[in-house]
């Protein structure tokens, strides 16, 4: 189901916690107060939740939110959470996603122990349940076709009206429901309803439809049934088998609750207790599987996996942490009422976590060669650079410096702008870890003019970056050796939509039209410090003075690959900042 995003109420989101992360158990909200209300009334002596995916698309951030209620209730509570796929459309479902949904959850960190169930391996038992019912005279057989149903069953502002089978007797019904599962009708010819009011104020009670017939292959059971449960029939049944107390889902099946209720009372069997909490919605991105399919399809994006994807493996393959999304969903709390989140408190959560815990390198995006005239021709310095400033224990490493270097083309500036206080012609700035260099000559190409080559003079009395002068430089430039850096290749992504709400399209255009033209640009000809040669795919670094990169699969070595995980700029921090004054 998807969540219409037009009437949705853009709130400002949390916050960021003073001095960072935000520890500790989250506060109470009305999901945990309602917890704690049955553990005090009896309702329930123990807590146990479930996170049910259908295995028809990969994760997305919204499920990451999901997943984090669900397995945090329990948590807290010292309950148990399970892993159950909602296989109950062959259809749509596929091994290939269950796998992904295994490898995402189990990455996020929510620990299902040793239950990881099925909803198809309980398709015999609510079978029999099926049964149950039509013997009940609550369910029977119905022949209308699907047209002919939605006919029947009004609108929401006229009631429906019964069908010609619903006064169907017991007998007849359960020989029809035999020969469906027997494999005797074709797809669609029949269905299993419920039978409960079709004047209802609320749809879904309007004899809603339990079983339909479909002949497919099922990436579980195989060919074993013919006949497959809607998910509203199968939910409820799939808690109750597992014990599940507290069954938390998004708003959408808020006004599924009554028929869940409803089969669960009719059967006299366990019955748990549903909770809605609002969906996240993300600006400049879209949380809908059935979109995020659409982008694959169409070939927008190169797989699920995209790092420009909102999909917990798109994410991951950017260089997102666990602990930062995990900390993202515990800033955005359980709420009860649709709202938008900005992106940008995602990737402020993202920095915090990266800053703590990445190394840094140099690396020059954009290289612009530098020759260093007074420094003797084949000397090699080795310089000691500290890892990580935000963690001592981290250490230092050596990084070569010789006559010959890469800066970023972005620091130099022939005829500098007002305020422009990297290099310029006559200008001294600190090479990081380095020296204080001074630029004295630019080679251009004659033909657009453009700097090709920088000469420099340096002051060898400022090794390490000071001079004993007292002499000061506005600037600190990040630079690699020619000789000893290596070749890499590194993707910027940016937005995957210019507009924060995708959806906002002029009547008739298409939304995947507002895709940004620049939300992926390849850079082939970057030079990264030495000491990144032998870096392992998935491997996170800060890139001093641009941002977070990782180590993208497609890199080999010699052939490096890096994707920007997010820049250094923190809007979030802007805004929030902003937003509290002076
Ligand atoms: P569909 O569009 O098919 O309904 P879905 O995203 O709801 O897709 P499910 O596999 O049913 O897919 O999702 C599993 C669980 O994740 C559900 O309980 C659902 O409530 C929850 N969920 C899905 N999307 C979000 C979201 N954006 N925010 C929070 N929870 C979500
Ligand atoms: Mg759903």
Redesign the pocket.
């Known amino acids: 189901?998807?969540e219409p995003r037009k009437d949705v109420r853009k709130e400002p989101a949390p916050r960021p916690a003073e001095g960072g992360e935000a520890s500790g158990p989250a506060p109470l909200d009305f999901i945990r107060e309602a917890v704690a209300e049955d553990l005090r009334t009896g309702r329930f002596d123990r807590v146990h939740t479930r996170?049910?995916?259908?295995p028809?698309a990969y994760l997305h951030i919204?499920?990451a939110?999901?997943i984090s209620i669900d397995c945090g209730v329990a948590q807290d509570f010292g309950g148990l959470f399970n892993l159950r796929f909602?296989d109950t459309n062959p259809t749509k479902e596929e091994q290939e996603y269950v796998d992904a949904i295994i490898e995402d959850v189990r990455w996020l960190g929510a620990d299902w122990g040793d239950r990881l169930f099925f909803a198809s391996d309980y398709f015999e038992q609510m079978y029999q349940w099926a049964e149950e019912l039509i013997r009940k005279g609550k369910a029977y057989v119905c022949d209308l076709s699907s047209d002919q149903v939605s006919e029947y069953r009004g609108t929401l502002t006229s009631p429906g009206k019964d069908g010609p089978y619903r006064s169907r007797s017991v007998e007849e019904s359960l020989d029809l429901f035999r020969r469906m599962r027997a494999g005797e009708f074709p797809d669609g010819s029949r269905t299993l309803r419920a039978k409960i009011d079709m004047a209802s104020p609320n749809l879904n009670l309007r004899d809603p439809v339990m079983y339909r017939i479909l002949h497919a292959t099922h990436h579980n059971t195989g060919d074993k049934w013919c006949i497959y449960p809607m998910y509203d029939w199968a939910h409820g049944l799939e808690d109750s088998i597992e014990g599940i107390t507290h069954s938390l889902?998004?708003l959408e099946y808020e006004n599924h609750r009554p028929l869940y209720d409803w089969f669960l009372d009719q059967l006299g069997i366990y019955h748990p207790r549903q909770i809605e909490f609002a969906?996240?919605n993300l600006t400049h991105t879209v949380?809908?599987?059935?979109r995020l399919l659409e982008l694959v399809h169409a070939g927008c994006v190169n797989g699920f996996d995209d790092p420009r994807m909102p999909t917990l493996s798109g994410l991951r393959r950017r260089g997102y942490t666990p602990e930062a999304i995990r900390n993202f969903c515990k800033r955005i709390g359980v709420n009860k009422y649709d709202s938008i989140v900005d992106m940008a408190l995602l990737e402020h959560c993202l920095r915090e976590d990266l800053n703590k815990r990445s190394p840094r390198v140099m690396a020059v995006l954009r290289p612009l060669r530098v020759v260093i005239d007074n420094y003797p021709e084949g000397q090699v310095e080795e310089l000691e650079a500290v890892n990580n400033p935000e963690d001592p224990a981290s250490g230092t490493r050596k990084v070569p410096f010789s006559r010959e270097l890469y800066i970023e083309r972005d620091d130099f500036r022939e005829v500098p702008p007002k305020g422009y206080f990297r290099l310029s012609p006559g200008k001294e700035v600190r090479l990081r870890y380095a020296y204080f260099v001074k630029c004295d000559g630019v080679m251009k190409d004659p033909r657009t003019g453009e700097p090709v080559e920088l000469h420099c003079t340096y002051d060898p009395a400022s090794r390490g970056g000071d001079s004993p002068d007292g002499r000061k430089v506005k600037a600190t430039l990040h630079w690699v050796s020619a000789a000893h850096s290596l070749p890499a290749e590194v993707r910027l992504y940016d937005h995957l939509f210019t507009k924060e709400d995708p959806s906002d399209v002029p009547e008739g255009a298409d939304w995947k039209s507002n895709i940004s033209p620049r939300s992926l640009e390849v850079l082939k000809d970057c030079r990264v410090e030495p000491s990144l040669a032998g870096a392992a795919a998935g491997s996170r670094y800060q890139f001093e003075r641009l941002g977070y990169f990782c180590v993208d699969p497609d890199s080999r070595p010699g052939a490096l690959v890096f994707n920007r995980t997010v820049t250094l700029k923190d809007t979030w921090a802007k805004m929030a900042a902003r937003a509290s004054g002076p």
Not at 287 to 290: E, G, I, N, Q, V
Request: charged share 35%.
């Open positions: 189901m998807e996170f049910p995916p259908e028809n919204g499920h939110k999901a909602d889902c998004s969906r996240l949380l809908s599987k059935r």
